[in-house]
Nanobody, 121 residues
Framework: QVQLVESGGGLVQAGGSLRLSCAASGRTFSGYVMGWFRQAPGKEREFVAAIHWSGSYTYYTDSVKGRFTISRDNVKNTVLQMNSLKPEDTAVYYC???????????????WGQGTQVTVSS
């Protein structure tokens, strides 16, 4: 009963910015933790950021701290603002919903289809 749809990916030069959105639907959705993960070709899915259902606590992987910001635009939309992008940020970005604020992908129950982010040199 929960569906997630990412949008906002694209091609950007190093140093640029992108804003990813995750639109959610489903009953009792406001109670979920929301996370962002990314997966580059040949690599495992990597945690990026997560936000508590209340919006009062956020968690980032070290490589994006100070550059990316996760927020709740409204109860059904989660945003990942990405600034100062680097080529190594290139990946498919996925949003996910779960019950625990964690960096472990297995803990997230619902997943979107992903949106491609490509950062050129």
């Amino acid at each position: 009963q929960v569906q997630l749809v990412e949008s906002g990916g694209g091609l950007v030069q190093a140093g640029g910015s992108l804003r990813l959105s995750c639109a959610a639907s489903g009953r009792t959705f406001s109670g979920y933790v929301m996370g962002w993960f990314r997966q580059a070709p040949g690599k495992e899915r990597e945690f990026v950021a997560a936000i508590h259902w209340s919006g009062s606590y956020t968690y980032y992987t070290d490589s994006v701290k100070g550059r990316f910001t996760i927020s709740r635009d409204n109860v059904k939309n989660t945003v990942l603002q990405m600034n100062s992008l680097k080529p190594e940020d290139t990946a498919v970005y996925y949003c996910a919903a779960g019950n625990v604020l964690t960096d472990t992908a297995r803990e997230y129950k619902y997943w979107g289809q992903g949106t491609q982010v490509t950062v050129s040199s």
